[in-house]
């Protein structure tokens, strides 16, 4: 078997495969409002599902990979002003330093982790920024809804990139509903807000904007979650599940001690490096 | 129902739940080796198989318990040296702040952590002084194996305080082989260490005694797991169990809002206030 | 005269312009090795030429545009293996914080930052949302890079956005051709790597992948600038500076106190709100 | 002489008896109400007058004891609602951290602190942990109040565990009483709290519960203090005298360096470790 | 009796005396090398005895002085080298900023740092800077060997302003003589260096040059001790002693809820407000 | 040329510079209110004039000054109560601890901060301490207004020290005249206070009194800036220049490599050891 769970292990297994160059794959969602339809989970949910999932594909290779506890609390201020468990970013970096530390400690040299939550995303790519600065080995993070790789055709028309992520709209209830219909309520009321919400709906591409006590203003979600279905929620997680797999595989190539056998790179993807 | 998993639950009805003085519950473990025979989540699965039990116990009362995810990483520096996932102690203070203050901006006025980590005991009791400081409620921690109440007299006959918790040694192992028998290696070598480690056994009852490097000149065990067994581990997670139900209830008729139902207090525990 | 500079007026001004609702506009660069060809201060430079070009065609509208003083060290502790003038993570984020919530105890109630350093693109978005849940008003973030608008089917035709931004290659040396020429090196050698540095060319799409010793090993530049030229770098820089006035007209129009005038909305740009 | 006083020997002496493996002692109390009976200096006049009669049955032994100047101020929050000197948590950390890195620094490699304040239990025992995470040597910590051993069946018999240490009742008036007579009130009123103080009575032994505004409401003491008595006063004083006396020695003899003379440990005292 | 000990009170004492707006007096010192003639505790034994001397002459007036415990340690990090108790400057900020917002708490209105050491200084300014910021009332700190004032001509013949303070020579070895000669070895021998310590003499004034490695270098002391002595001493710490009360009683004239009373105020100090 | 630009420079002349031993200069000034007639800038802009002017005068000797962009924000809360962009202590603190280990990183032995603010000397000078115990080298600070040398008797004869620096008063308004005329203006209304300001006119030499309240209550300045002229200014100016130019020549000859070329050290500063 090559997906193991780190909690369960003794600390000779652990210390075995990590000095085997597993790979070490630390989940991370957020425990926030998510109107009145979805869970507080929502996000650590999906993001284990899409993970799971993922790893389940990935059970034939010849890589290990040892799958940590899922960081459930994330970086939700923005949705205490009804209901949520948040850290503060500082607590969250201090945290996230604290796991990459303690992993290589451990020998761990490749570690990733899987974000299922916008607010942790730049914090989580500051995290293995820093932590590859001063630490023998790689770090990588990414978001799961970026992430998508060829399914189907079905799957990719279904995408809807301008309602993707949203919170609590028609991406996240469908993947809930795909993933867990049972803690998906049928009633979903949607009132859309005019001026719809800045820090979705930005005047600007690659501009943030943030509006003092927008969240309230809009209710707390960004579109209507009316037109989500579970098949266009299996379709979307497919494409994710199928991205993350790519993604790993694609991080398990690069970092592997073999050089040699490295993808070649794509210059789809490049960092902010001016 | 009364006990509800709060992550499970939309904004509106954990709102409700606290509204209506229902108590939040946050269990915290660690990730830390616990020798050869058990896996790293010792900590977190042990307390949870404690608060899952208690919870059931309570279920038929007035009181709702609203149960967060559990907080798998806490804080065990001690154990880098092999193999841990560890906070800071500023970071684990910080994240049982930020923690406690979500808890109550979402509403709870109770709030209760149940602890399964001796590294953490001394941060969740100074995080719950901390809180109630500034913020309206009760905040309130313990740490599962300081609790224990009349069960059988077999229960009580199976104790030994000198064992208890030690770590990784003859009570954590018999409650894993009741709670979680198939994570348990059936072989459980020991070599005692000359003379003991130093943090087990203090010179003196009171004095807290830390050498450098003291851990791992012990091999990361306090004492022989060897004659650990089910039967054994039952008897002590029913003691715990019961232990905690009486803890539970006593806070909850302790702070109930109506403050004349309150137990008569007992003068067997004294917080120090010198 | 719409632009104004912050440090050249006395208090009353100040004062006057933030209570008719001026933006502050706060830009913000790095002192970091940009290979031998370019100045340490490559990226304050250019993102100086791009607002201040940007301000040059906003001073015919209705709406003051405050300028602070150029921040001109950011985040780049990847650069100090040869020669950077570095701020760590968490001292960037109190900068920036102390910044916003001066300017907002000085009157602004709209305050944009204009960002030309990649290491600090997450530190400023975090700093907005940051300071806008607690503040009134509206707090901005942008990297010069990610703005561009239509200016010429030339420039449109001359950008290369698998190279952009990039690090001291084609994008950077091409701006610093038209903005600072006296500043570029004639004689730009370029070494390529094999593999090509992971951070800069991630195996997969949305994947950060920072690896130890990466930065050193490449020669701190991402591509070659043997290509760039003057010509090219005038044709990119309109783009950025059209782009910038487009998103600052967008915020202006979007945050203005006569909500009616507010532009539609585009789908075009989504934060990532999981 | 084996008794000296750190801040009255000059630099050779500290660091010629540091090298000789003399032993740090540290007296921490607090500035805090202590009713109106009371003086605000109580715990640190309390220590000292503990710590100074068991330094002086010490003086005979081999060992040399090194004490520093008392650390008047600790943690007290809790009675800031009157009258208090108190340091935040974070900030006595940073203290006893510093404190403890600057006697390794100078040479010490055992160090213990002595505690008289009920507030700084839990942070000096997580100092000297952090400590002897990465010096070398040993530190250690108590609370004088925790240790006791036989002294005559009279001492014994005037224990009172129920009220002990308490805050400003019975146990602290008569130590006072017996030390500093000079400096308790005879009007000694006290109006008992229905319910009693929640901090102080927990509805389960090992259940810390922290309940807002808790403090004002009692009064700012647990118990009556009007049969406290200077007869009393010696009796407990000898106990704790004698606690810290052996504490000391079973310290000293545990860690001298040479490790054939220590005493057997006991079973009576174990760490939290689970 | 107008001088009080904060510590010895009981708090209603306390808090009445600071709504008779009396002056809580805050003196701090150091605990650190003073070469092998003078022990550690030499700044604030200095300290206490000029604090104490100039609080007996204040003893006649109207105002009440509210003594804290002496702050022994201090930030003494250059000194670690051979043998000091130091507080990094953070913690040393904090545990300023923590006193006196007790101090505030309590009920002070009026509050005077009375610093011995000179790695204090800037620290202690900055503390009574940040605390006045925003709470009501009065700081004031002040170095005790900057004040002087006319006592006798012989006292102003013996001052030799280019050795004072110094560090552990001829200033403090005279008035160490002087208050405390049985603390004091007779055998002070000193090699002068060459160059002398740049952190004393620096090459132009108002230049301050640290290199490391100066103070080992050094041996520790700046100046020759030899020449020291009671008489000089007594001189010395008599016009300190005036120059303090001089400083408290200006203060106090300065700070009295009836402003008419104010002193003129003089031009010869004046703060760096530039 | 011996005056570079540190941020117009590439990365190996930087490197080759510092090996050469050049030092490295660091303006700051700070961005906050000067009255009605003086811009936020006057402390960045005049310690500019100050530098620049002085390193003209250095551009003839054998020494590379290797001058950095001007860190224009300083730490000004006391200006927040109208306008200012001020950095917390703790966040200066950082940036320049930060700055100096870039530096120091970047390879520069020899390191002065030049301060134009009276808010930032303490912080300063606490830097370069902090930086200099643990960085081989030697840094240094100063703050312009204190640097002054022998001009011409004019010069002399022009200055009042009980007016230096003051804030926005007759020093401030006078160098800027002569420096900056385009940017005062030519009324300048002065209230004088009654009693004049506290922090300013101390009650005793070496007394730092804060009085809660106290910029608001005398209107931001210290003193009249009516007798202001372009011609005082210039005096006062040349002298500043000249003493800078002279600090610097001294630390230059003090911590050249080569150490018998070293001045003789004068008595006249002295720092505060005690």
Same mark, same amino acid.
């Given at each position: 078997?090559?997906?193991?769970? &780190?909690?369960?292990?003794?600390?000779?297994?652990?210390?075995?495969?990590? #000095?085997?160059?597993?790979? #070490?794959?630390?989940?991370?969602?957020?425990?926030?409002?998510?109107?009145?339809?979805?869970?507080?989970?929502?996000?650590?949910?999906?993001? =284990? /599902?899409?993970?799971?999932?993922?790893?389940?594909?990935?059970?034939?290779?010849?890589?290990? %990979?040892?799958? @940590? !506890?899922?960081?459930?609390?994330?970086?939700?201020?923005?949705? @205490?002003?009804?209901?949520?468990?948040?850290?503060?970013?500082?607590?969250?970096?201090?945290?996230?330093?604290?796991?990459?530390?303690?992993?290589?400690?451990?020998?761990?040299?490749?570690?990733?982790?899987?974000?299922?939550?916008?607010?942790?995303?730049? @914090?989580?790519?500051?995290?293995?920024?820093?932590?590859?600065?001063?630490?023998?080995?790689?770090? /990588?993070?990414?978001?799961?809804?970026?992430?998508?790789?060829?399914?189907? #055709?079905?799957? #990719?028309?279904? =995408?809807? !990139?301008?309602?993707?992520?949203?919170?609590?709209? %028609?991406?996240?209830?469908?993947?809930?509903?795909?993933?867990?219909?049972?803690?998906?309520?049928?009633?979903?009321?949607?009132?859309?807000?005019?001026?719809? !919400? &800045?820090?979705?709906?930005?005047?600007?591409? *690659?501009?943030?904007? =943030?509006?003092?006590?927008? %969240? !309230?203003?809009? *209710? *707390?979600?960004?579109?209507?979650?009316?037109?989500?279905?579970?098949?266009?929620?299996?379709?979307?997680?497919?494409?994710?599940?199928?991205?993350?797999?790519?993604?790993?595989?694609?991080?398990?190539?690069?970092?592997?001690?073999?050089?040699?056998?490295?993808?070649?790179?794509?210059?789809? =993807?490049?960092?902010?490096? /001016?």
């Amino acid at each position: 078997m090559t997906v193991r769970h &780190l909690a369960l292990l003794p600390r000779g297994t652990v210390r075995a495969l990590a #000095a085997e160059d597993a790979v #070490a794959v630390v989940p991370i969602g957020a425990v926030e409002q998510h109107g009145d339809h979805l869970p507080l989970g929502t996000d650590f949910l999906v993001v =284990e /599902a899409v993970l799971d999932r993922a790893l389940e594909q990935l059970d034939d290779d010849d890589t290990t %990979w040892v799958r @940590l !506890p899922t960081m459930t609390f994330g970086h939700s201020p923005h949705h @205490l002003f009804t209901a949520a468990v948040s850290l503060r970013p500082s607590t969250l970096s201090d945290v996230l330093a604290d796991v990459l530390s303690s992993l290589s400690q451990t020998g761990f040299r490749r570690i990733v982790i899987v974000n299922g939550h916008g607010g942790n995303d730049e @914090l989580v790519r500051l995290a293995v920024k820093a932590h590859a600065l001063h630490t023998e080995g790689t770090a /990588a993070a990414c978001s799961y809804w970026t992430l998508s790789a060829e399914t189907t #055709a079905d799957a #990719a028309a279904a =995408e809807r !990139p301008e309602r993707t992520p949203g919170h609590a709209g %028609w991406f996240e209830t469908s993947l809930m509903l795909a993933a867990h219909p049972e803690l998906v309520a049928d009633d979903r009321p949607f009132q859309p807000s005019d001026p719809p !919400p &800045l820090f979705d709906r930005s005047p600007a591409p *690659g501009l943030t904007v =943030e509006r003092y006590g927008e %969240w !309230p203003r809009v *209710g *707390g979600l960004t579109d209507d979650p009316a037109e989500a279905t579970a098949a266009t929620g299996r379709l979307l997680l497919g494409r994710r599940v199928a991205g993350l797999v790519a993604a790993l595989r694609g991080l398990d190539q690069a970092t592997t001690s073999a050089p040699g056998d490295r993808l070649p790179s794509t210059d789809r =993807e490049r960092g902010p490096h /001016a």
